[in-house]
């Protein structure tokens, strides 16, 4: 596997489930992303780690839950969902600084595209 | 807030033909502008990045301009391709202590042969 792998690619669920996205990054990179991609809406940044630390997180309804167990992987928990949480879920990695400074490029995945009923 | 508009939101062409799609930003400080291309099914691929000094960036049949004095870009494709039929996101960097990045809504390309 190269790049950004995400699984799975399309997940449709109840707003009772409780579902799980996984993110799996082959670049070495330090930095992984959870953005959100609604039609005709620009990408929503949901969540970001460095270093396998949390550094942001924009706000997002706690039925988001996300873990980043090592620099590698990153997973997006989901449970009791609205139908408008329904878009594609993406997820990047880049390596950046850390220091801070300007945020180098984003490699993403394919995303999954997530429908709940 | 920093925003940064696309236009048009779609476009139809011919193979063959030319076309330009537009991105104004607000965003200040500048620090960088992508343009990503996102084929259908699959995530945002970076084609070109522009720093402030940079007013042209070309990558094969793509050519992207910056006047940083205005905030706008145009991405440019030359000779298109039905490969070309995808959604192209401009995409703004901040220079602060955070270089939070700025997405616009994107244009969608349909090549028609």
């Known amino acids: 596997e190269t790049g950004v792998t995400q699984t799975p690619r399309h997940l449709v669920m109840g707003m009772t489930n409780k579902k799980s996205l996984k993110c799996e990054q082959h670049l070495g990179h330090n930095a992984m992303y959870w953005y959100k991609q609604s039609a005709k809406k620009p990408l929503e940044l949901m969540f970001v780690?460095?270093?396998?630390?949390?550094?942001e997180n924009n706000s997002v309804p706690s039925r988001f839950s996300p873990e980043c167990p090592n620099s590698s992987h990153l997973f997006l928990h989901l449970h009791t969902l609205q139908p408008e949480d329904s878009a594609l879920y993406l997820c990047?990695?880049?390596?950046?600084?850390?220091?801070?400074?300007?945020?180098?490029?984003?490699?993403f995945g394919p995303g999954t595209r997530l429908t709940v009923l | 807030k920093n925003q940064v508009e696309q236009s048009p939101q779609s476009l139809i062409i011919l193979e063959g033909k030319n076309c330009t799609l537009q991105?104004?930003?607000?965003?200040?400080?500048?620090?960088?502008l992508r343009w990503y291309k996102q084929d259908t099914g699959r995530g945002p691929v970076s084609l070109t990045i522009m720093t402030f000094s940079e007013n042209t960036k070309s990558n094969g049949r793509y050519t992207a301009t910056l006047d940083a004095d205005t905030k706008q870009s145009s991405l440019h494709i030359t000779a298109s391709q039905l490969s070309d039929s995808a959604s192209y996101i401009c995409v703004v960097s901040a220079r602060s202590g955070d270089y939070k990045l700025s997405f616009g809504a994107g244009t969608t390309v349909t090549v028609r042969a």
């Open positions: 780690y460095n270093f396998k630390e949390q550094t």
């Open positions: 990047a990695s880049s390596q950046d600084h850390p220091s801070g400074g300007p945020r180098n490029e984003q490699f």
């Open positions: 991105c104004n930003y607000t965003v200040s400080p500048f620090s960088n």
